[in-house]
């Protein structure tokens, strides 16, 4: 299967190196476009377009970083690389994105805090698994010292 765009989410956390280095180097086999994605949750960015709200702190943050982060990758790869900003419910966001872009697979990392984590904080990868109608890469996240 060819996949020509790539659909990634970050969460501006160390996760995100592992997920990058996996997927830049698939891109870079298949040709693909990449899609770098963060969906900024806060309180904001959940209620922004319903209250009208002016753009938070959090928000100009995730900007940046995507954009540095794509233009680092850009540089390293000479791969496409664009960048999207979501606001909200994390799964919900990822599947309307990945539809509307047209992307052919969707890749995300987990970070292996087990299943009282996902009970307690809820599994984005779980949700978004359940429903898209994609494949999915999910990259582990990197072994424990001493594991």
Do not use: C
């Not at 899609?35 to 959940?46: I, K, Q, T």
């Not at 599947?95 to 995300?108: N, S």
């Amino acid at each position: 299967m060819l996949y020509k765009k790539i659909l990634v989410t970050l969460d501006t956390t160390s996760s995100d190196a592992e997920i990058l280095a996996a997927v830049a180097s698939l891109a870079s086999l298949m040709k693909s476009e990449l899609l770098l994605l963060h969906v900024a949750d806060g309180w904001v960015a959940r209620n922004f377009h319903q209250l009208n709200l002016a753009e938070s702190e959090e928000m100009r943050a995730d900007w940046k970083y995507l954009e540095d982060t794509a233009e680092k990758l850009r540089g390293e790869t000479g791969l496409g690389v664009t960048t999207q900003l979501a606001l909200g419910n994390p799964p919900d966001q990822i599947l309307k994105v990945a539809q509307d872009e047209g992307v052919d697979l969707i890749a995300m990392a987990s970070h292996g805090h087990g299943i009282v984590g996902d009970i307690l904080r809820g599994s984005t990868i779980e949700s978004v698994r359940h429903r898209a109608r994609i494949p999915m890469l999910i990259v582990p996240p990197p072994p424990r010292p001493g594991a």
